[in-house]
């Protein structure tokens, strides 16, 4: 990547990293939205909102490329940068309080196990190319504590950038690579992990998440799961699952109609996912929405391959408004205090994972 390259990619860019890899991918120059997928224009970028219903997730450009994570690092560093001067508000407790509650009733009367409220915290700043340099910086300089996907996409008025750990698939051929990610501790001296890992609250919350992953996939093929495990972040320590999918051969694999199915698992949004509860969207609204907060982000190399995240951990903005989002899932034990407590260390992490370093 060049200056001039550079300089596109700051204006108007998408990237995807793979911290396990090593490995990126990111596009800019002349981006344009398609109206539909087609093979011949491979690769490309898909971004939808949260509730798939973007009228043209497809974007292409004239300059994609592939490398590794630390030959980008190295360019990224060789430029000047400078952190964002954001005048924070206090997170929005109010807005939980409610989803949280309606929530609730809704787990109480059997309509729902489990869902995932959200709230933000919001700030205020126009950010330059500077400001985009000194976030890119930070995600790249933290990257080795995560094993996770870094992600971003911007233009001149919106963009998100972020460090999620919540892959939605990786696609290679007939083998589908998925995760199953819940239930949440504060990653601290004196935790105990066994204890969490043994936690009968975390234990369900978990496994409501591999009961939707369940439902969802065994119309694919056979899929196995691997042992649950602890996913050890900087600030915070989660349970994995790995899973793993064989499509099955009577399938002509298409990874939006995969998507379609996915997404929002129960780890993002309800279960059961196809309940008649207008709880996950009736909290929407022209003054808050989640914009792309937990949307589908990937990146298209071929019909053979591809890899979707959901854009968690991150922050994102229009004009000069900016979001950092987190949510996390609520079950019948869950108590209010706890999960408040969750939302806030996880927009504290997030602004830690940024270099935008203050609390709420």
């Not at 200056?3 to 990237?15: A, E, R, S, T, W």
């Not at 002349?30 to 539909?36: A, C, D």
């Not at 937990?294 to 229009?318: D, E, H």
Request: charged share 25%; hydrophobic share 35%; with cysteine.
């Amino acid at each position: 990547m060049n200056d001039i390259l550079l300089n596109q990619f700051l204006n108007c860019g998408f990237f995807i990293g793979d911290l396990n890899e090593d490995k990126m991918w990111f596009m800019t120059s002349s981006i344009r939205q398609l109206k539909n997928q087609e093979e011949n224009l491979f690769p490309f970028f898909y971004l939808n909102n949260f509730f798939s219903n973007k009228k043209n997730p497809f974007y292409k450009g004239l300059n994609f490329q592939e490398m590794s994570i630390s030959d980008f690092q190295k360019i990224i560093d060789n430029n000047s940068s400078k952190k964002p001067n954001i005048k924070w508000k206090s997170a929005n407790k109010d807005f939980y309080l409610k989803q949280y509650s309606e929530l609730k009733k809704e787990i109480s009367l059997k309509i729902l196990k489990k869902g995932v409220p959200y709230s933000f915290q919001e700030g205020s700043c126009k950010l330059s190319k500077e400001n985009k340099l000194y976030l890119l910086k930070n995600i790249l300089k933290n990257r080795k504590k995560n094993s996770s996907y870094i992600y971003g996409y911007w233009n001149k008025s919106e963009g998100v950038i972020g460090t999620t750990p919540e892959l939605l698939f990786i696609q290679k051929n007939n083998n589908i690579q998925t995760i199953a990610l819940a239930g949440t501790v504060p990653n601290e001296k004196n935790v105990d992990k066994n204890n969490f890992i043994n936690d009968p609250k975390m234990q369900n919350e978990h496994a409501y998440v591999i009961e939707g992953m369940k439902q969802t996939l065994e119309k694919f093929g056979d899929f196995s799961f691997g042992k649950t495990h602890l996913l050890e972040l900087p600030k915070l320590i989660h349970l994995k699952t790995d899973i793993n999918i064989k499509i099955s051969e009577n399938i002509d694999f298409d990874y939006e109609s995969f998507l379609k199915e996915l997404h929002p698992t129960a780890a993002l949004g309800i279960l059961p996912k196809n309940s008649k509860s207008n709880w996950l969207n009736s909290f929407e609204s022209s003054k808050i929405n989640r914009g792309y907060f937990a949307a589908s982000f990937g990146v298209v190399l071929n019909k053979n391959n591809s890899i979707f995240i959901a854009t968690i951990r991150g922050m994102q903005w229009q004009n000069n408004t900016l979001k950092v989002s987190a949510g996390g899932g609520v079950i019948q034990e869950s108590i209010f205090a706890d999960e408040w407590n969750e939302i806030n260390t996880k927009i504290n992490s997030i602004k830690d994972n940024l270099g935008l370093h203050s609390t709420i």
